[in-house]
């Protein structure tokens, strides 16, 4: 089965660069999406197709791909960027796949 | 603007069975282009896919669920429903309904989730 893998926690100062890594084989020749969750709130889509964002989503959102990882990166990192971060993609053996999550905190 | 909401006990009894329901407010089931899935998530833990449905009653589901797991799609009350037998307490979590856009770019697959239910929780215990 196909399997994603995050970094558990990733830390980052307010107005930094934070990268957010996925690792699943051959990650680079499928699609990733990223999803944001904050405490008792649902996942919120934030970059679908490796690197596009949905309306509403600021820019200092992106996303890339290739090789092995994908990599979510926010640029100018604020406090209510502070949430958790899944990414996903699609497996012919396993179909949907998450990865683990990672817990961004802004310190 | 599309809604999806959740519906369904929130307490289940081992070895029965779980039974939820997503109502669409907004759009259309019936109008195709989209797949509806259910995901859940145990409580300090990560996402997982349960399975999808579409428009026309097809379904995809966890291999890892797959005998316990009938998704069903009404679309004149434009719900989509998960029924989830033989529960026990590994079943415990939140579970989200969520419309899906399936994208082909280059002969690649693009599967992703736009709009998420708030989640309903549910408890399996006796």
């Known amino acids: 089965s196909y399997e994603l893998t995050q970094p558990p926690s990733v830390y980052v100062s307010p107005g930094q660069t934070a990268s957010i890594t996925c690792s699943g084989d051959?990650?680079?020749?499928?699609?990733a999406s990223w999803y944001q969750q904050k405490p008792g709130q649902s996942p919120m889509l934030v970059i679908y197709?490796?690197?596009k964002r949905p309306s509403g989503i600021p820019e200092r959102f992106s996303g890339s791909n290739s090789g092995n990882t994908a990599t979510l990166t926010i640029s100018g990192t604020q406090a209510l960027d502070e949430a958790d971060y899944y990414c996903q993609a699609w497996d012919s053996s396993t179909d949907v796949v998450f990865g683990g999550g990672t817990k961004l905190t802004v310190l | 603007q599309v809604q999806l909401q959740e519906s369904g006990p929130g307490l289940v009894k081992p070895s029965q069975t779980l039974s939820l329901t997503c109502t669409v407010s907004?759009?259309?089931?019936?109008?195709?282009?989209?797949?509806w899935n259910w995901i859940r998530q145990p409580a300090g833990k990560g996402l997982e896919w349960i399975g999808r449905v579409y428009t026309t009653g097809r379904t995809n589901n966890n291999p890892s669920l797959k005998s316990r797991v009938n998704i069903s799609v009404d679309t004149s009350k434009n719900q989509f429903s998960l029924r989830l037998s033989s529960v026990t307490a590994a079943d415990t979590a939140v579970y989200y309904c969520?419309?899906?856009?399936?994208?082909?770019?280059?002969?690649?697959?693009?599967?992703?989730?736009?709009?998420w239910g708030k989640g309903t929780t549910v408890t399996v215990s006796s």
């Open positions: 051959k990650m680079g020749d499928k699609f």
């Open positions: 907004g759009a259309s089931i019936s109008s195709g282009g989209y797949y």
């Open positions: 969520a419309r899906e856009l399936v994208v082909v770019v280059a002969a690649t697959v693009s599967f992703y989730m736009d709009v």
């Open positions: 197709q490796n690197n």
